[in-house]
């Protein structure tokens, strides 16, 4: 009976591994926008199993010069893609480029090179990440905690707080992508290193469109520890 008992008793399903992909991109780039369209659907359908899948759409400012200013362009997320170009060399710092877990980059708009990475990323040992945020009226506030894992070679931790918004439309009017409109989501508004205070959200922001996504990142290798995203509504 017993037996039987604990036979009919579902077991508890693995815990999905966070693996966080980076798009370096931009809405004055023409071989950005297919790139754009499959973060969108790395959000929203999760396609590679046992992995959650974490995106963060990184709008560069540098091809704001060339013929159409990104709305979205983020000073921040271009010193980020610099900053990994001191990793992967100088001549890898491109649109579109996705960084996954902060150690491996691809094209951006290949699915299957992408689809590998992140494969590749979920196999290594994650930190357990738990992450809490409320907003204040003076500000978001975040609460990290992490367990699980010693570092690789005790290398210093930093943790980075990122808040996204989805569901952004642009009316391109110049550039190479001039004459379309274009959807974005996951687009990184605000990039935090080391703070849990985040800042007092814009009016402009869409509170109901708002995610907070914590990253645990080691200062030598880059290499993403850990990850974790919760909504701001």
């Known amino acids: ?19 966080v992909v980076e798009l370096f991109t931009s809405e ?25 899948i974490i995106p963060l759409g990184m709008h560069v400012t540098y091809w704001d010069q060339l013929g159409w200013k990104d709305p979205a362009s983020l000073p921040a997320a271009t010193d980020r893609q610099q900053d990994y170009g001191k990793l992967f060399g100088a001549d890898r710092v491109y649109t579109p480029q996705a960084v996954v877990d902060g150690r491996e980059e691809v094209i951006g708009s ?10 590749n990323a979920a196999r290594r040992t994650h ?30 931790l930093r943790e980075i707080f990122i808040i996204t918004e989805n569901g952004l439309t642009s009316s391109v009017k110049r550039g190479e992508n001039s004459g379309r409109t274009l959807r974005n989501d996951a687009v990184v508004r605000r990039i935090v290193v ?18 907070l996504t914590a990253i645990v990142q080691g200062e030598t290798t880059r290499r993403v520890y850990g990850a974790a995203t919760v909504p701001l509504k």
């Open 194 to 211: 080391g703070k849990q205070s985040i800042g007092r959200l814009p009016g402009e922001w869409r509170r109901d469109q708002l995610y």
């Open 110 to 119: 290949d699915a299957s090179a992408l689809t590998r990475a992140i494969q």
């Open 127 to 156: 930190l357990q990440t738990q992450l809490s945020a409320s907003v204040r009226p003076d500000g978001v506030y975040a609460t990290l905690t992490t367990s699980g894992m010693p570092m690789e070679g005790g290398e210093r």
């Open 1 to 19: 009976m017993i037996a039987l008992a604990l036979a009919g008793q579902a077991a508890a399903a693995p815990a999905r591994v966070p693996v």
């Open 28 to 52: 004055g780039c023409s071989s950005c926008p297919p790139a754009d369209e499959l973060l969108t659907k790395l959000l929203k359908d999760q396609p590679v199993p046992g992995v959650t």
